[in-house]
């Protein structure tokens, strides 16, 4: 059965962006490994949310070169009036009635592999709703001090994890951590 991964690279000190909205500074540091790519081929389906899909400034660029093939589920309240590119392999749903709906469309499409939650925001709601299994953060070697926090907005939800695995890099620490439900 598919599992919901969150996973992001953050700044120490939780940023997955700075305050310009903009991730090159924590991307700089990431060097994909074999665990990394093995997650990412066990990845068949992707959820994110209208500000994650809008990062890209051209939306039919996500079936020429996005790094996940897969169906994409994009969580937003108001879908664009022209549909973007698609191939073979990607698909773009957008889901207008919430992320229980666009869970649900996500694991089907992944069938028995795994889907990928992208976004602050969309990962916060999946937290809060109990439909994550899986983080997967990748700490960057430097503090942003302000920009948009992955884990913002969970007062009054406390979560309880395992540590399931820890890969380091050169530069970069990735803890993989099981949600206790």
């Not at 996500?62 to 169906?71: H, L």
């Not at 994409?72 to 709906?101: C, M, Q, R, Y």
């Not at 592999?113 to 439909?131: E, F, I, R, T, Y």
Request: aromatic share 8%; hydrophobic share 45%; proline share 4%.
């Amino acid at each position: 059965m598919a599992k919901v991964c969150v996973g992001m690279v953050v700044s120490l000190d939780g940023f997955i962006s700075d305050r310009n909205g903009e991730l090159g500074k924590l991307y700089a540091s990431f060097k994909p490994n074999a665990e990394i790519k093995a997650m990412m081929e066990q990845t068949a389906a992707v959820i994110m949310g209208s500000n994650t899909f809008a990062m890209s400034k051209d939306p039919d660029a996500y079936a020429d070169n996005y790094e996940f093939q897969v169906p994409l589920f994009v969580l937003t309240h108001h879908p664009p009036a022209k549909h973007p590119k698609e191939n073979d392999n990607l698909t773009i749903t957008f889901v207008t009635n919430g992320v229980e709906s666009a869970v649900r469309q996500a694991k089907a499409a992944a069938k028995d592999k795994n889907v990928v939650v992208l976004g602050a925001d969309v990962s916060q709601q999946l937290l809060k709703a109990g439909l994550v299994d899986e983080l997967q953060i990748a700490f960057a070697p430097l503090l942003l001090g302000s920009g948009i926090r992955l884990f913002a907005h969970l007062e009054n939800l406390e979560i309880q994890l395992e540590k399931l695995r820890v890969i380091e890099t050169a530069e970069q620490v990735e803890i993989w951590y099981k949600v206790l439900k």
